[in-house]
């Protein structure tokens, strides 16, 4: 279409289609894209940069001059794909002439109307005329970035090679007639400033014709945005954070229940096993039990200064219906939004940590349901974009484990992300929400 620019992005990912393997040995390639967005759009009003050229209007009938070339109809080339048929008359202006004493009838010969003389034979001129193949080398009537056509004036002789073209002054008008010819259009700059853009992640939505609004485009998987909980900031381990009450009937009360949340750039939905048919409500603190996902979990750090093998360092470790038990799996709680995983976390004893965190980046777990009598796995949970059912990436915000990763910079709005290398990301866990437990009695 003549009122529309077209612009190729290529989108930029590391790795094969397989780099979005979600089981638990592929885990490291996850969601390791150089572009990710879940709602297109350009930087800002500004963003069509020309970079020291120009966008003008294109009058209809009216054609910036390439180059004349010599010939007894003389050839000129315009830019862009004339309508121009035999027998209509143009104008041609804004041509150099040179030649000594011949300047000024050159400039005169030239800069004044004529007859086009000859177009291709396959846009329904007359056969007698010169054909298109002979005079412009097969070059389509339509369709490239340059076309041409024929004039009665004869260059072959004195008049060759002294015309100059310069791309802002020459041009060639038609001259006949007919409704919206152009006659009084003018080459001005056309105005570049764009629909202001739009980004759902900060709930703005893009302006009327912009990119976001006319089309809901995906680049790249969906990912992590963000890890938080919707407990208030405070202390939590059992009987709502007071411990152990003295006297009471049970000597340990009743575990705190924490949920963490994981949100996605989009809805995504976990299936628990490749048919969602592998919930189970295993025992966890003794006599308490919940409809849990057990292949797909988060691990979170349970106990500073933890040593290999103790139970506590982790949330996953432990042995069911005992005081330290396996914890943090997926767990729905009927109210999230569609974009959010649950992770259900309960306190067991001795669990203590000051920072309530995740383990690294690779914490987020999605593995097998189900395995067969030889240890293969025959039903793989997963976490997939709802709409074409693409696999989620599963990588984490950064903790101060990930040595080096935290190096995000401040966003837009001037919020620090990374305060260093070794920071935990304000997206995270910790950095959204500060928890503190204390199950020690």
Same mark, same amino acid.
């Given at each position: 279409?003549?009122?529309?620019?077209?612009?190729?992005?290529?989108v930029?990912?590391e790795?094969?289609?397989?780099?979005y393997?979600?089981?638990?040995?592929g #885990? /490291?390639?996850? !969601?390791?894209q150089q572009?990710?967005?879940n *709602?297109? =759009?350009?930087?800002?009003?500004? +963003?069509?940069?020309?970079n020291a050229?120009?966008?003008?209007?294109?009058c209809?009938?009216?054609?910036?001059?390439?180059?004349?070339?010599?010939?007894?109809?003389?050839v000129?080339?315009?830019?862009?794909k004339?309508?121009?048929?035999?027998?209509?008359?143009?104008?041609?202006?804004?041509?150099g002439?040179?030649?000594?004493?011949?300047t000024?009838?050159?400039t005169?010969a030239?800069?004044r109307?004529?007859?086009?003389?000859? #177009? /291709?034979v396959d !846009?329904g001129?007359d056969?007698?005329?010169? *054909?298109? =193949?002979q005079?412009?080398n097969? +070059?389509?009537?339509y369709?490239?970035s340059?076309?041409?056509?024929?004039i009665?004036?004869?260059?072959?002789?004195?008049?060759c090679?002294?015309?100059?073209?310069?791309?802002e002054?020459s041009r060639?008008r038609?001259?006949?007639?007919?409704?919206g010819d152009?006659g009084?259009?003018?080459f001005v700059?056309a105005?570049?400033?764009?629909?202001?853009?739009?980004d759902k992640?900060?709930?703005?939505y893009g302006?009327?014709?912009? #990119?976001s609004?006319?089309?809901?485009?995906?680049?790249?998987?969906?990912?992590v945005?963000?890890?938080?909980s919707?407990?208030p900031?405070g202390?939590?381990?059992?009987?709502a954070g007071?411990?152990v009450?003295?006297?009471?009937s049970?000597?340990?009360?009743v575990?705190?229940v924490?949920d963490?949340?994981?949100?996605?750039?989009e809805?995504?939905v976990?299936?628990?096993g490749?048919?969602?048919d592998?919930w189970t409500?295993?025992?966890?603190?003794?006599?308490?039990?919940y409809?849990?996902?057990?292949?797909?979990y988060?691990?979170?750090?349970t106990k500073?200064?933890?040593?290999?093998?103790?139970?506590?360092?982790?949330s996953?470790?432990?042995?069911?219906g005992?005081a330290?038990?396996p914890?943090?799996f997926?767990?729905?709680?009927?109210?999230?939004?569609?974009?959010?995983?649950?992770?259900?976390?309960?306190p067991r004893?001795?669990?203590?940590?000051?920072?309530?965190?995740?383990?690294?980046?690779f914490s987020?777990?999605?593995g097998?349901?189900?395995?067969?009598?030889?240890?293969?796995?025959?039903?793989l949970?997963h976490?997939?974009?709802?709409?074409?059912?693409k696999?989620a990436g599963?990588?984490?915000p950064?903790t101060?484990r990930?040595?080096g990763r935290?190096?995000?910079p401040?966003?837009?709005?001037?919020?620090?992300?990374?305060?260093?290398t070794?920071a935990?990301?304000?997206y995270?866990?910790?950095?959204q929400?500060?928890?503190?437990?204390?199950a020690v009695?």
């Open positions: 279409m003549d009122n529309v620019l077209a612009f190729e992005y290529v930029q990912s790795g094969p289609a397989e780099a393997d979600q089981s638990e040995g #885990l /490291p390639a996850t !969601a390791d572009h990710l967005t *709602d297109l =759009d350009y930087k800002d009003v500004q +963003s069509l940069e020309v050229g120009s966008i003008k209007r294109a209809a009938n009216v054609y910036q001059i390439k180059s004349i070339t010599c010939s007894s109809k003389a000129v080339e315009v830019y862009g004339h309508r121009l048929l035999p027998g209509d008359i143009i104008a041609l202006e804004g041509i002439a040179t030649g000594d004493i011949n000024m009838p050159n005169h030239i800069n109307e004529h007859t086009v003389y000859a #177009l /291709p !846009a001129t056969l007698n005329r010169l *054909d298109w =193949d005079i412009w097969a +070059s389509p009537p369709g490239s340059t076309s041409k056509f024929q009665n004036l004869d260059t072959s002789g004195g008049l090679g002294t015309y100059t073209v310069t791309r002054g060639v038609r001259k006949r007639f007919v409704h152009g009084k259009c003018h700059d105005n570049l400033k764009l629909p202001a853009p739009g992640m900060k709930s703005t302006y009327y014709q912009s #990119l609004y006319n089309k809901d485009i995906v680049v790249g998987r969906p990912y945005t963000n890890v938080t919707d407990n900031v202390t939590y381990g059992y009987n007071f411990g009450r003295t006297g009471a049970s000597s340990e009360g575990p705190d924490i963490v949340k994981v949100s996605f750039s809805p995504i976990a299936s628990c490749v048919n969602n592998k409500t295993p025992q966890q603190y003794p006599g308490l039990r409809r849990i996902c057990t292949s797909i988060l691990v979170l750090v500073d200064g933890a040593a290999g093998g103790d139970q506590n360092q982790y996953t470790t432990g042995a069911p005992t330290v038990f914890t943090g997926l767990y729905e709680t009927g109210y999230d939004a569609p974009n959010v995983l649950n992770f259900r976390y309960l004893r001795l669990d203590f940590t000051a920072r309530l965190q995740y383990d690294n980046e987020l777990k999605v097998c349901a189900t395995q067969d009598a030889n240890g293969a796995c025959v039903s949970s976490v997939r974009r709802r709409v074409d059912n696999q599963l990588r984490l950064p101060v990930d040595t935290c190096i995000t401040n966003n837009t709005i001037g919020q620090v992300l990374c305060t260093s070794t935990d990301h304000t995270s866990l910790f950095g929400k500060r928890l503190k437990i204390d009695f």
